[in-house]
């Protein structure tokens, strides 16, 4: 069926390192894909996004990584802070709809 | 200029008794999007209004689940004869754009618990 999975439903880093969250999607017609990021009892909170007609995207200690020929999302986080605890979903755009398609998520832990 | 407000924050109804969810858009914003999130899992889509209009309903239940985002005030999401199963987070969004081509701003969400 389609869906947007994760590969690891927890992630552990050390303060400091850099984490990578990836993604799955199965519908290679999607063409817009967004990584958000929730914490505990608060609403999901756009990080960053990317095109399809792109491969890489930088934000403020983000990254979007898209290959699209194996469909495969990743997002990471450099010089991961306590903070960035939370759960991370990635979320896709299908072509002629207007809806969001979310994973499961990843849950990343940061320890001192 | 605000973000998207729901409320309420927590609801605790009986089985059997309605629940009802508001959501007020940011300023400016036309596309409303309910999605429904379970504990430890993702959010699923249920419903996509504009204003006054329904344009995609595919992730609502066929039955007890009704939404509407009318000319004047907050759109709603209600819930009749809640069951068990329906106790969630339930989050708005709404973008000013469809969402293929803009960014999509959640609320807080609307915990429900159905005793």
């Known amino acids: 069926g389609e869906s947007v999975g994760l590969h690891l439903p927890t992630l552990s880093v050390q303060e400091g390192d850099n984490s990578i969250i990836n993604c799955a999607y199965s519908?290679?017609?999607?063409?817009?894909f967004i990584w958000y990021k929730q914490e505990s009892g608060k609403g999901p909170q756009f990080i960053i996004d990317?095109?399809?007609?792109?491969d890489k995207r930088q934000g403020q200690r983000v990254t979007v990584l898209l290959n699209k020929t194996v469909k495969h999302l990743s997002l990471q986080i450099a010089a991961t802070q306590p903070g960035d605890s939370a759960v991370y979903f990635c979320a896709e755009n299908r072509p002629n709809t207007d809806k969001l398609i979310f994973g499961t998520g990843t849950r990343l832990q940061v320890f001192p | 200029n605000a973000g998207v407000m729901q409320n309420p924050r927590h609801l605790v109804r009986r089985r059997g008794q309605e629940a009802r969810l508001r959501c007020s858009p940011m300023k400016g914003h036309s596309h409303v999007y309910w999605y429904r999130q379970l504990p430890e899992e993702g959010l699923k889509f249920m419903v996509y209004l504009q204003k006054e209009n329904i344009i995609d309903e595919s992730g609502m239940p066929k039955e007890r689940f009704s939404a509407e985002f009318p000319k004047e005030g907050p759109s709603i999401l209600r819930i009749q004869q809640v069951v068990r199963g329906d106790s969630a987070a339930y989050f708005c969004?709404?973008?000013?754009?469809?969402?293929?081509?803009?960014?999509?701003?959640f609320g807080e969400g609307s915990r429900l618990t159905v005793l």
């Open positions: 519908n290679s017609a999607s063409d817009y």
């Open positions: 969004a709404s973008s000013e754009l469809p969402t293929g081509t803009g960014e999509l701003f």
């Open positions: 990317i095109r399809s007609n792109m």
